[in-house]
């Protein structure tokens, strides 16, 4: 009876863990935030203790589980809507290579180390650090590489990070490019967008035009 018990519990348990992993959206293994990552490791543990004390309730290990996936669901919405919170648990991209150059201070900051970086350009395929214009730490820890543009006449290219987001301006990421909100206004009524609010995304491309995409109506 307790190897049936077990392979019940088991396959329960599955089914559970499967659903919660569903609700609680699709991403990518690497592309997890520190809270994405705390509520699965939780979950798994829980679910072990689930299957291996087979003696006790498995209500009592299922709670905790349920209590898991609500807390990071809501959170999953706030943040949405919240860039605060959006920022607070899954952090900002760190620009360690910006023109070229490689920012010793950011590296410091984030605690990457030369090796660190030199691994996750060979895993980019860059052979030659003078090859790389941009890179970019991202939240989940990967390495964005952006590389130097071919022609020898092109000068340089944009740090490919978004100024407007959700109909809010990315104050920080005008910081990086040397602007200011005043200007990227000024900028965004000579194309004829004056609310910024409509704005779903605005990047700047590498010919100084911007590229804009409004919020869909609803």
């Not at 559970?16 to 990518?28: A, C, S, T």
């Not at 690497?30 to 299957?51: K, P, R, T, W």
């Not at 109909?167 to 040397?178: A, F, P, R, S, T």
Request: charged content about 30%; some cysteine; overall charge neutral.
């Amino acid at each position: 009876m307790d190897f049936v018990t077990i392979i019940l519990r088991t396959v329960l348990v599955y089914v559970i863990i499967l659903l919660v992993l569903r609700l609680m959206g699709k991403r990518e293994i690497g592309q997890l935030s520190v809270l994405d990552f705390v509520v699965s490791i939780m979950i798994a543990e829980l679910a072990v203790i689930s299957i291996d004390n087979f003696q006790a309730p498995m209500i009592h290990s299922l709670i905790p589980i349920f209590v898991l996936s609500i807390i990071q669901i809501t959170f999953a919405v706030i943040s949405l809507k919240s860039e605060k919170l959006r920022d607070l648990l899954d952090g900002e991209p760190s620009v360690l290579i910006k023109e070229g150059k490689i920012d010793e201070h950011e590296m410091r900051k984030q605690r990457y180390n030369f090796d660190d970086l030199l691994v996750q350009l060979r895993q980019n395929k860059i052979g030659k650090l003078s090859d790389v214009e941009f890179a970019i730490l991202e939240p989940s820890g990967k390495l964005s590489v952006i590389e130097k543009s071919k022609d020898a006449d092109k000068k340089g290219s944009n740090l490919p990070l978004p100024l407007i987001l959700d109909g809010k301006v990315q104050e920080e990421h005008l910081k990086k490019i040397d602007k200011t909100p005043l200007w990227l206004r000024q900028e965004m009524r000579k194309i004829g967008y004056r609310d910024i609010k409509k704005i779903s995304y605005c990047a700047l491309r590498d010919d100084q035009s911007f590229f804009v995409d409004l919020k869909d109506e609803q």
